[in-house]
């Protein structure tokens, strides 16, 4: 079946730095992918949702400039956390969606912790 | 903007017993899409449903979807310890660039 991939699944970083975490769909194209933020025992939150050669939609009260959406290729986007800080630490998980369904599917997430 | 409402928030069950849990969106769905998340995982998905009153069965997880599509329920019969995890339902609005709405899930716990 359809497979998408996160790196790193883990990362701890200090305060300050940035965190670039890519999201890719292995054996399909995705013109459209979205990023994710679980907080510990919560339900996903839609961050953005990314398009493939274009500016990323974020959703309400997600800042933009800190969470940095690339979408170079229809198999890879990238979330990128600037100067993060400790509130920042959270699962973070993609979804990609196949091009023309309405089937996503999710990476694994990516655990990021800010000291 | 769509909301999903998704109750129980817990529910604790002994080994055996069935299990259900519920979903409303404030909104009419395209189609709606259940997950299933373990301990330290991620949502892994289990099914999706797209027409009006829907009912599909996988083993002992039944799950159907309102004649309004705006409500769907998950039930499983019999819980066996390997069904404890949360238990998420999304919404997907439909327009081609929307992303799911998710439930707030339901963490089954059971007990032996």
């Known amino acids: 079946g359809a497979v998408v991939s996160q790196h790193p699944s883990r990362v701890i970083c200090k305060s300050g730095t940035s965190v670039k975490i890519e999201c890719r769909s292995l054996d399909f194209q995705a013109t459209t992918m979205f990023w994710y933020r679980q907080f510990p025992k919560k339900s996903l939150m839609l961050m953005a949702t990314s398009n493939e050669g274009s500016k990323a939609t974020y959703e309400q009260g997600v800042e933009k400039d800190k969470f940095l959406i690339n979408h170079a290729s229809l198999t890879l986007s990238t979330l990128t956390v600037t100067s993060a800080h400790p509130e920042d630490s959270s699962f973070y998980i993609c979804?990609?969606?196949?091009?023309?369904?309405?089937?996503?599917?999710f990476g694994p997430g990516t655990r990021l912790t800010v000291l | 903007g769509q909301q999903v409402m998704q109750i129980p928030q817990y529910q604790h069950v002994q080994e055996g017993e069935d299990f259900t849990t519920y979903c409303n969106s404030s909104t009419t769905l395209s189609n709606i899409q259940w997950y299933k998340q373990r301990p330290g995982g991620h949502p892994v998905f289990l099914i999706q449903?797209?027409?009006?009153?829907e009912v599909k069965k996988q083993k002992r997880l039944t799950f159907q979807f309102g004649e309004a599509k705006k409500n769907s329920s998950l039930h499983i019969t019999a819980t066996q310890t390997t069904d404890v995890g949360t238990y998420f339902c999304?919404?997907?609005?439909?327009?081609?660039?929307?992303?799911?709405?998710f439930g707030k899930g339901t963490h089954l716990i059971i007990q032996p």
């Open positions: 999304a919404g997907y609005s439909g327009g081609g660039a929307d992303g799911l709405t």
């Open positions: 979804s990609a969606r196949v091009d023309f369904t309405d089937t996503q599917y």
């Open positions: 449903l797209v027409k009006s009153g």
